[in-house]
């Protein structure tokens, strides 16, 4: 699937280009203490032009029968290209806790590693002392893998997912234009 570039989009994005748009899923998630559990997932990367991706991600537990449960993670943020493939992101979690990440974008293909290099919680957070993740896109796919570490467990895989674009009917509408008049031509 190729990847777009809106003509808007800050020149300093383009690496990350791959990123942009709505992303649908599923996944693992795991960690000692916790409860098992496969969730889904929504993400959104979007721009309005300036040197920084908007990003959101919610998360939610499913049943046996792929329906949502509860919440499980939410998380905003802010992602800035750095001259040298460097990426920077700003990030904070609906359980309290801010992030600085770092980053580098892997040479000649869409993959992003990152490293936690400040965490501050509130009183109110679980212990999280910081975690590494893995962004790739894959055959038209996103797909990622985060770690965790908290004062009690060293640093160790924890959730991932894959995620597909959400394709906006708009978008494929647009070529029913070429269509015959009657439409039916189409179906033969």
Not at 3 to 30: C, M, N, R, T
Not at 145 to 160: D, F, I, Q
């Amino acid at each position: 699937m190729p990847i777009e570039i809106p003509s808007d989009l800050h020149k300093d994005l383009v690496p990350l280009a791959f990123l942009l748009g709505d992303w649908q899923g599923a996944g693992v998630f795991d960690f000692p203490g916790s409860e098992k559990c496969n969730f889904g997932q929504e993400v959104r990367f979007g721009h309005d032009g300036r040197d920084f991706l908007a990003y959101s991600s919610y998360t939610w537990v499913l049943d046996e029968q792929g329906e949502k449960v509860r919440p499980l993670e939410s998380e905003s943020g802010y992602w800035r290209m750095r001259p040298g493939r460097r990426l920077e992101a700003v990030m904070v979690r609906d359980q309290g806790v801010a992030e600085v990440w770092y980053g580098e974008l892997a040479e000649g293909k869409p993959q992003l590693d990152l490293a936690t290099d400040a965490v501050a919680r509130s009183a109110a957070s679980p212990p999280y002392t910081g975690g590494k993740r893995l962004y790739g896109y894959v055959n038209g796919d996103l797909m990622w893998v985060g770690e965790k570490a908290t004062p009690e467990v060293e640093l160790r895989p924890y959730m991932s997912a894959q995620l597909k674009k959400v394709v906006d009917p708009r978008e494929w509408a647009k070529d029913l234009k070429d269509l015959p008049d009657d439409g039916i031509a189409f179906f033969r």
